[in-house]
């Protein structure tokens, strides 16, 4: 609480109080305290008088020590130079603000930086911790400017009693004077104002250099410019721990080292603890710390040492100040599933009207980071801590947040599916209950680049669904993944996905979830042509299907399983099963049921060897596609008819459907079958001696597989270098 009087006075017998007691600067690894300022002997004559000094002013040097083990910020250490040169419009010192959560190494940079560029300040250096990460340590500016004005020659008992003076004081010594001024650890804006030196004799030679865990954003006011700093990056934080522990010992154990670089996140702090115990205890493998950090529950207890570095002490100091609604929501923004968020995640989680409000108080702690886009992002580390905190009143408990996240997720996926594959039967409930509401997406691209952007957060939020007994959601949330995976072959996902959805719909008793998750893996097998493992998927959702009497499920499942049989080469099984499928959408009266299993009957009679049957099931199939609006499997049907008209020597006739597939595939952002498209033109113009137009689409294609890691890039890759 701030003490002083309505002009910023301090009482002179609590200032006297506080200059005897306050707390004094802080390295921002160790946290051990010194004086806050260090005057040690007065120089210089100096007479005060009608509010100017006369004198042989001393040239303090009171540099803070540079850390031994700095590496890595080169971009950081060019922003620094180019901020601290000032600008021609900013009348006043240079202000440079270094942001960024606890252990991040702001106090660190700030001296490496200081330390080789002190020379450009001849006139004096002089710094200060301003106690701003602690809940009753914050110092009181008037202390500062008494150590400082102490230090340039002012005599004790000429030393102003009101801040307000005091300030004014130190302008007037340090103005036309080539000053810098460290506040390390500030607090507040009005803080920093009053230990601002006056201007140099030219922009850049007078600078306020400052470091905070807070966006203090008024200084922009006074001209600051501001820094953010981040995680070090890879190399970097790799080249710390090795100059911590000995870089012939974490050399030696190069996948272990990796592993502990990457559980620290890259925070400077993390890392310096890590490489100090092993430092400690020379026999111990860097495996160890791996394993000890590996536990997320144990990993910030295995970064602290007793009495001395602490991860967890350094991120309890930058929550103590937290009002308890942003305490509330530091904890709750924790629970959220996924590496990122965007801010209506966030909001509907919060269950708080404040959301907003309160997403702008943690960025300001820097215990969120926010990206340009609008994501919001917390470090792993801070992650860990901010589960650990005990906070009342959380709407619904963790479960709640969890709960909140899982359903915003589903919506979402539900409502980009709907819009992908908008003629696809679903089991999902929520498919049924939102049929009625408009669309929040523009068409299928929107659609697809939703889903793919917050690819990570839904697959991480069927984990989540999974770990908190959300089992419905979780097998559904996959099942609204199907259109965009199914699109985009983005395999990873898929695979780790429906691993997750199937054992939910298990764990749920949902035999018709369990058959739909069959479904899905198999499809996520056949892409990969793991068609014996497909093949089982398959056989079990028709099994299941069949066994709930779901006559649709049972038709989907005998279609995929003509697919791969298909692909196997046995085709009159593949053709039985698809005749099997087409009687049952024929009986339901499904018209894209019809059309799909048209559509598979045609490539199984053009890989037996009978194009010319095929031809009229490609033609049915495509304009029954079109009818119903079904332009995904249109583009697939068009694929296919170009090809089989390729073959059957009509090139003219191919030329129509390959192109506008191509063109529909492009549409909707169907990048697999694009570039499947793309192949058939390829070929197609080769089979006409057209060299390098078919070279054109093989690398189209190439480019459209690479960026969904299709298997068929290598294919591609080695035709075009043949």
């Not at 068409?443 to 793919?452: K, R, T």
């Not at 020597?649 to 390959?658: F, N, Y």
Request: net charge negative; charged share 20%.
């Amino acid at each position: 609480m701030d003490s002083s009087g309505p002009d910023g006075q301090q009482p002179r017998d609590a200032v006297e109080e506080r200059r005897e007691t306050a707390p004094g600067p802080r390295n921002e690894m160790s946290g051990t305290a010194g004086p806050v300022v260090q005057a040690h002997a007065i120089y210089g004559d100096v007479r005060i008088g009608g509010g100017t000094a006369e004198r042989s002013q001393p040239k303090p040097r009171q540099l803070p020590a540079a850390p031994v083990n700095f590496t890595g910020r080169a971009g950081e250490l060019a922003e620094l130079e180019r901020l601290a040169a000032g600008t021609e419009t900013v009348k006043g010192p240079a202000i440079v603000v270094i942001v960024g959560p606890g252990g991040l190494g702001k106090t660190s940079l700030a001296a490496h930086w200081l330390s080789r560029a002190s020379t450009r300040y001849p006139d004096g250096v002089l710094s200060a911790d301003l106690g701003g990460h602690q809940l009753d340590g914050v110092v009181p500016p008037g202390d500062v400017l008494d150590g400082f004005l102490r230090l340039l020659g002012v005599p004790p008992d000429s030393i102003p009693r009101t801040l307000h003076e005091r300030a004014a004081l130190f302008r007037s010594l340090t103005d036309g004077r080539r000053t810098a001024v460290f506040l390390d650890n500030a607090a507040s804006a009005a803080q920093v104002r009053t230990l601002l030196p006056g201007p140099g004799p030219e922009p850049g030679t007078s600078l306020a250099l400052v470091t905070t865990r807070r966006r203090i954003a008024g200084l922009a006011v006074d001209g600051a410019r501001f820094l953010e700093l981040r995680s070090l990056e890879e190399v970097a934080a790799a080249d710390l721990l090795g100059r911590v522990a000995g870089a012939e010992r974490t050399a030696a154990e190069e996948d272990a080292s990796r592993e502990v670089v990457r559980l620290c996140g890259g925070v400077p702090l993390a890392l310096c603890v890590a490489g100090a115990r092993l430092a400690a205890h020379p026999n111990w493998p860097v495996s160890r710390i791996a394993r000890d950090l590996a536990d997320g529950q144990a990993r910030l207890s295995a970064l602290s040492l007793d009495g001395d570095l602490s991860v967890r002490a350094t991120f309890d100091a930058s929550c103590q100040t937290l009002p308890i609604a942003v305490a509330r929501a530091y904890r709750a923004t924790a629970l959220i599933p996924g590496p990122d968020f965007p801010a209506d995640l966030a909001i509907a989680a919060l269950d708080d009207a404040r959301g907003q409000d309160l997403l702008d108080a943690l960025t300001d702690a820097s215990l969120l980071e926010e990206s340009p886009v609008g994501r919001y992002r917390m470090h792993d580390l801070v992650r860990l801590h901010a589960r650990e905190q005990e906070v009342p009143d959380l709407p619904g408990g963790a479960e709640g947040v969890i709960r909140r996240s899982v359903n915003w997720y589903l919506h979402k996926a539900v409502a980009a599916d709907r819009v992908i594959l908008p003629g696809r039967w679903r089991l999902g409930p929520l498919y049924a209950e939102e049929s009625d509401q408009p669309s929040e997406y523009g068409g299928p691209p929107d659609a697809l680049a939703w889903v793919e952007s917050h690819m990570p957060g839904l697959v991480a939020a069927v984990r989540a669904a999974r770990d908190a007994g959300l089992h419905p959601e979780a097998w559904q949330l996959c099942e609204g993944l199907w259109g965009t995976l199914l699109s985009r072959k983005r395999y990873e996902a898929w695979f780790a996905s429906h691993a997750v959805g199937l054992e939910s719909a298990q764990a749920c008793g949902d035999c018709l979830g369990e058959a739909q998750m069959h479904i899905q893996l198999g499809a996520a097998h056949r892409s990969v042509r793991a068609l014996d493992a497909a093949a089982r998927h398959f056989i079990q959702a028709m099994e299941l299907f069949r066994e709930e009497g779901h006559r649709l499920g049972e038709a989907s499942a005998l279609d995929h399983l003509g697919v791969v049989r298909l692909r196997q080469g046995a085709y009159d099984e593949a053709i039985n099963g698809f005749t099997a499928a087409l009687a049952v959408h024929q009986a339901i009266g499904r018209p894209r049921g019809v059309a799909l299993m048209n559509f598979n009957i045609g490539q199984t009679l053009a890989a037996s060897g009978r194009p010319e049957a095929a031809v009229g099931h490609f033609r049915s199939a495509t304009g029954q596609f079109e009818a119903i609006g079904e332009l995904y499997h249109q583009a697939r049907a068009l694929t296919a008819l170009g090809e089989v008209l390729a073959r059957l020597g009509r090139p003219q006739e191919a030329e129509v459907p390959l192109g506008a597939a191509v063109e529909i595939a492009k549409s909707i952002g169907a990048t697999y079958d694009q570039a499947r498209a793309h192949v058939q033109v390829a070929n197609l113009a080769a089979a006409l001696g057209q060299r390098s137009r078919s070279c054109g689409h093989l690398e189209q294609a190439l480019a459209l597989y690479t960026e969904v890691g299709a298997p068929q890039a290598d294919e591609v890759r080695a035709r075009l270098a043949g």
